[in-house]
C-alpha cells in the first residue's frame, strides 16, 4: 500500500517562505499526476497546485504566483515552495493524486504551516 509522508511545514512569519515535501512509498510518480490541498480550520480540502508527469504545473487563483510544484521522480518525491506567506495561507498541507485521477491514496497526516507574526 503507498504512503505518503509529507514534510516541511512549521511556524513563518507573514512574508517568509517555507519548502514541503512529499515522499511515497511506491514508484507512483512516474505514473500519476501529483497534487498538493491544504485544510484549514473548518474548511473543506482545497487543491493548491498540481504537477502532470510531463511536468506541467497548475496552480490555483488565489496563489497569484508565490509558490511553485515541482517533483523528483527518481526519489518518490513532490515539493511545494512557499513564498511571500501570508496568515490565510495557514492549513495542514497534504499531498495525493491530483483530482481526476483513477486513484487516490490513502491521506497521510499532513504538515501544518502556520503564518503568523
Known amino acids: 500500500q503507498v504512503q505518503l509522508v509529507e514534510s516541511g511545514g512549521g511556524l513563518v512569519q507573514p512574508g517568509g517562505s517555507l519548502r514541503l515535501s512529499c515522499a511515497a512509498s511506491g514508484s507512483i510518480l512516474g505514473i500519476y499526476a501529483m497534487g498538493w490541498y491544504r485544510q484549514a480550520p473548518g474548511k473543506q480540502r482545497e487543491l493548491v497546485a498540481r504537477?502532470?508527469?510531463?511536468?506541467?504545473?497548475y496552480y490555483s487563483h488565489f496563489l497569484e504566483d508565490r509558490f511553485s510544484i515541482s517533483r523528483d521522480n527518481s526519489k518518490n518525491t513532490v515539493y511545494l515552495q512557499m513564498n511571500s506567506l501570508k496568515p490565510e495561507d495557514t492549513a495542514v498541507y497534504y499531498c495525493?493524486?491530483?483530482?481526476?485521477?483513477?486513484?487516490?491514496?490513502?491521506w497521510g497526516q499532513g504538515t501544518q504551516v502556520t503564518v503568523s507574526s
Open positions: 504537477i502532470e508527469n510531463s511536468g506541467s504545473n
Open positions: 495525493n493524486s491530483a483530482p481526476g485521477s483513477r486513484f487516490t491514496f490513502p
